[in-house]
């Protein structure tokens, strides 16, 4: 990422390391084995495996002295990114001196749990030790050419696919002045790329950048550059999108956008996928992450190219956000304690499965159990279980809708406005004719048309006072891509937020 970022490090990794210590005794019982979202079969790994995808995560070397991270990694995810440990400052610190240990230890964690590898990265500006950026423009090419021969030829068979040329782009779609632009114009993309795939012919090799997962100027220019090495015959596999998010921010236009690149016949991938909000961290964005990560997993599920995603890190404690973007954190699915948030429930749930409650803070409540969770009955007072009580709440309800020529993904918040907490909810509102829901994420949604009703799951069954929660769900559409209307809040009308 840009230089700028760096001057906003702060010395975090100490706290970080503290914290992870900390949590180790808290993790075991709630992640290992079937993992935190209950059931075996339920993590994202099965999930996103039987939906012939995968979901993967960063790990660095440091990561695998601590058994909670390697608990966490080896039981959800099925696809590693080494952290660092495949940059050349790490794998050729100087001139012809090639390191591998670091990064065959993430392959061997890899392989020790059955998960395969994305190889990052081969040619970049960043973490490019000084001996290349210092060389006469007539040895880079040479160099940069040994370089991914002996890199790629090391990990012949055992990298899924390799990052090959990493944040080409500046932000306005011109290519990145570096020691390889200036020695090699734009060539040295579609050299890098014709060399990696000499060394190992079955590795997919991409190119990845950030700021590229919705349209504009600098996914408009990829667009341009993958169009035309396909034109020349060049091999390019795919395009990682790092999806570096902000909470409440992800691109509407990233589907469309995905779909344009595997239109041109190259796979997609979300490959360091993280969502971070100022901290400490509200409730209010630690739902709206749960929708971003939801809306993320629902578009690459959406696309028939889109291979799988990527988190960048396992928990908050192992992020790069604190450390480059000031105030910043909670940028992934699992908390500084190694707990699973909104949005890794959210996950689990756009990829098809169901989540028992993981969260003890919302445990305390009144509420329910999976079996007792609201069901069935339309009308919520008779269909009062102990934890849904026959009252309804003031309430608020906000909506957000994103639509493409036939689909569309809406994100509704309902704020509760009454003097007491909520324990265990119905919404109840109206779709537009031709709408037909799909899929929901932190709700059940049911019947799919007309007068639909969202259910609470168990871990987000409590609204206090005052607080919110969100849900959403992808619909397709017959031309009217307005909101819903006309919400109930266990049978109480809502206002318009
Ligand atoms: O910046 C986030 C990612 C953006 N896309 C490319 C990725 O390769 C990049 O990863 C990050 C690593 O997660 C950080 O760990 O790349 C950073 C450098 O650009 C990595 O930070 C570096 C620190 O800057 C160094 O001070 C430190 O020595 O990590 C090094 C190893 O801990």
Not at 307 to 320: E, F, I, K, N
Not at 428 to 445: E, H, K, Y
Request: charged share 10%; net charge negative.
């Amino acid at each position: 990422m840009a230089a700028q970022l760096r001057a906003a490090r702060r010395p975090g990794r100490a706290l970080a390391a503290l914290a992870l210590a900390a949590a180790g005794g808290l993790l075991a019982a709630a992640t290992v084995g079937s993992g935190p979202a209950g059931a075996a079969g339920t993590t994202l790994r099965d999930l996103a495996e039987a939906k012939g995808s995968y979901f993967g995560t960063a790990l660095t070397q440091s990561n695998l002295n601590s058994s909670t991270i390697t608990a966490i990694a080896g039981t959800q995810f099925d696809m590693v990114t080494p952290g660092n440990e495949m940059k050349w400052d790490t794998t050729e610190p100087s001139a012809g001196n090639f390191n591998f240990g670091p990064g065959d230890q993430i392959v061997s964690f890899a392989k020790a749990h059955s998960m395969r590898v994305r190889g990052h990265t081969l040619v970049w500006h960043s973490q490019l030790p000084n001996w290349v950026s210092s060389l006469p423009t007539a040895q880079v090419q040479a160099a940069m050419e040994k370089h991914v021969t002996t890199e790629v030829t090391h990990y012949k068979g055992q990298v899924y696919s390799w990052d090959v040329v990493n944040e080409p782009f500046n932000e306005d779609g011109t290519l990145r002045t570096d020691a390889f632009t200036n020695a090699m114009g734009s060539g040295y993309i579609a050299d890098a790329l014709r060399t990696a795939h000499a060394a190992d012919p079955n590795a997919k090799l991409y190119l990845n950048d950030y700021n590229i997962e919705g349209l504009g100027a600098k996914s408009d220019a990829m667009y341009a550059l993958v169009s035309s090495l396909k034109q020349q015959g060049v091999p390019i596999d795919g395009v990682g999108f790092e999806s570096h998010f902000i909470v409440g921010q992800v691109p509407s236009s990233l589907k469309a956008n995905m779909q344009r690149f595997t239109a041109l016949g190259v796979d997609v991938a979300i490959t360091e996928l993280d969502d971070r909000m100022p901290v400490p961290a509200s409730a209010a964005n630690l739902a709206q992450q749960a929708t971003d990560y939801a809306y993320v997993v629902n578009s690459c599920l959406a696309v028939s190219g889109c291979v799988g995603v990527s988190q960048w890190g396992v928990g908050d404690p192992d992020s790069w956000i604190p450390d480059f973007f000031s105030g910043y954190g909670a940028a992934t699915m699992y908390d500084n304690n190694y707990q699973p948030k909104a949005a890794y429930n959210a996950v689990v749930t756009a990829l098809g499965g169901s989540t028992a409650s993981p969260s003890p803070s919302v445990s305390s409540s009144p509420s329910a159990s999976p079996s007792s969770s609201p069901s069935s009955s339309s009308s919520p007072s008779s269909s009062a279980s102990p934890s849904v009580p026959p009252t309804g709440a003031a309430c608020k309800v906000t909506t957000q809708v994103s639509s493409w020529n036939t689909g569309l993904t809406e994100n509704v918040t309902v704020t509760n406005t009454g003097g007491s907490a909520v324990n265990g909810w119905k919404l109840a509102f109206t779709l537009p004719g031709g709408q037909s829901v799909t899929n929901a994420w932190n709700a059940t949604v049911s019947p799919a048309t007309g007068q639909v009703t969202a259910s609470n799951l168990s871990y987000n069954a409590a609204i206090p006072a005052g607080g919110s929660t969100s849900f959403g769900f992808q619909a397709n559409h017959t031309g009217n891509a307005a909101a819903a209307s006309g919400f109930t809040l266990n049978g109480v009308a809502c206002a318009a937020g």
